[in-house]
């Protein structure tokens, strides 16, 4: 039964997935592996979805990890037209390779005139410190402003518990990340800047004469299909990898952080993904006209609006336990004017045997803006019938889909 308080805020219209006596079989789901990192995650690409996790927020070093944000605003850049492929970048002394001895680099000299191209393959697959730094000018002028674009993504993507202090993801003082955040990320690396993306599947890259090959060992392993994303060691950090693989149209990202070695973070994240695709998958329900009804909006025009569900309404889910799967549409009917599109107004809750599994936001599909007075008059008649009846201790009907 839903609160009391939920009453008041929502009226409910049930949904459900046919039902079926599930065997013996369907109830077993076997619990997520043992991962030998300080923390870890693994996300669904499509909903977003975390289907399991240790450690997920807790902050740690992210060594060459943060060169997916690099990676991530300079494709940002490249897409919105402000820099291009072949731009030639003179190469400064804070760029130089021997600026960084004992670390990953590319090998730059100080007055080279290096792509666009070049620099961002030998961010992704040579994991260059002075590659980052000689972009990290180009796009922005200086070091330091790049790095206020790189937080200024951050937050807006919600990485709430990361800060970057560098480009390149070596040790300093109050740069920090989470398994959580990295997934978001490269989430949002794989959905923004897709034209980029192929690069970090690329096993070496040779400039200068000097070849070098891509550190994440994932992508010759054939019993997976791995196509990124990024590995970090730093002392401080550990053995880091960000991997993301696809199997029949699902595509899962793992996030393992803080390992011994660097054999332990490709067997640790092969672990996570081989367990991700064999018992969960994506579904996409159809949520058509009877089961997302246009909201009234109060003292709105227009009166009432349509919605859809965020992330297409795709939802990930135990494989054996797909017959047990209920969802709820939970609608806001408090809603007043303005509203703007892609405002949150409900959420669609996903049971599994009666515990909630996953929410998704319900979201506005169209904008409307307060109606003159002379035409939500009607409204202030009958807003405060329809608040008396929604807050009445009542169970609201459950239709079957």
């Known amino acids: 039964m839903l609160r009391h308080t939920l009453k008041q805020l929502f009226s409910i219209t049930a949904l459900s997935i046919s039902l079926a006596a599930p065997s013996f079989a369907e109830q077993q789901l076997p619990s997520p592996p043992e991962v030998a990192a300080k923390g870890w995650v693994l996300m669904s690409y499509e909903s977003g979805h975390v289907i399991a996790s240790s450690n997920q927020h807790k902050q740690l070093a992210p060594a060459s990890l943060a060169k997916i944000m690099t990676s991530y605003v300079v494709g940002l850049e490249l897409k ?73 993504h951050a937050e807006r993507l919600g990485m709430l518990d990361s800060y970057f202090a560098n480009p390149h993801g070596l040790d300093a003082d109050q740069q920090h990340t989470t398994p959580y955040d990295m997934a978001l990320l490269t989430r949002a690396f794989i959905k923004d800047v897709p034209d980029i993306y192929p690069m970090f599947k690329e096993k070496s890259f040779t400039f200068g004469k000097i070849k070098q090959g891509n550190r994440n060992a994932l992508l010759w392993d054939t019993t997976l299909n791995v196509d990124g994303v990024k590995t970090g060691y730093t002392k401080q950090a550990g053995y880091s990898l960000v991997s993301s693989a696809e199997q029949n149209g699902q595509r899962l990202i793992a996030v393992v952080m803080g390992t ?40 709105g025009s227009p009166s009432s609006i349509n919605l859809e569900v965020a992330d ?68 202030v008649v009958w807003r405060p019938i329809n608040q008396w009846f929604a807050t009445q201790d009542w169970e609201p009907e459950t239709t079957t889909k």
């Open 260 to 299: 011994k070695s660097a054999t332990t973070r490709r067997t640790e994240s092969k672990k996570l993904l081989t367990w991700g695709f064999r018992f969960y998958q994506d579904i996409t329900p159809d949520f058509g006209d009877k089961e997302l009804t246009p909201l009234k909006v109060w003292y």
């Open 80 to 152: 919105a037209g402000h820099i291009a492929e072949d731009d030639l970048v003179i190469i400064s002394e804070n760029a130089w390779g021997k600026k960084f001895p004992g670390s990953s680099k590319m090998f730059l000299n100080v007055g080279d005139q290096v792509t666009v191209d070049d620099l961002n393959r030998g961010v992704i697959v040579s994991s260059g410190n002075d590659a980052t730094v000689a972009l990290a000018e180009h796009v922005a002028g200086h070091e330091s402003a790049f790095i206020e674009m790189m937080n200024r």
């Open 312 to 379: 297409g309404g795709t939802v990930t889910i135990p494989r054996r336990q797909r017959k047990q799967i209920d969802y709820k549409v939970h609608y806001n009917h408090n809603l007043e004017a303005p509203v703007e599109v892609g405002q949150e107004v409900g959420k669609v809750a996903w049971y599994l045997n009666d515990q909630v599994i996953a929410e998704q936001a319900l979201l506005a599909k169209e904008a409307s803006v307060e109606a003159p007075w002379y035409k939500s008059m009607i409204d």
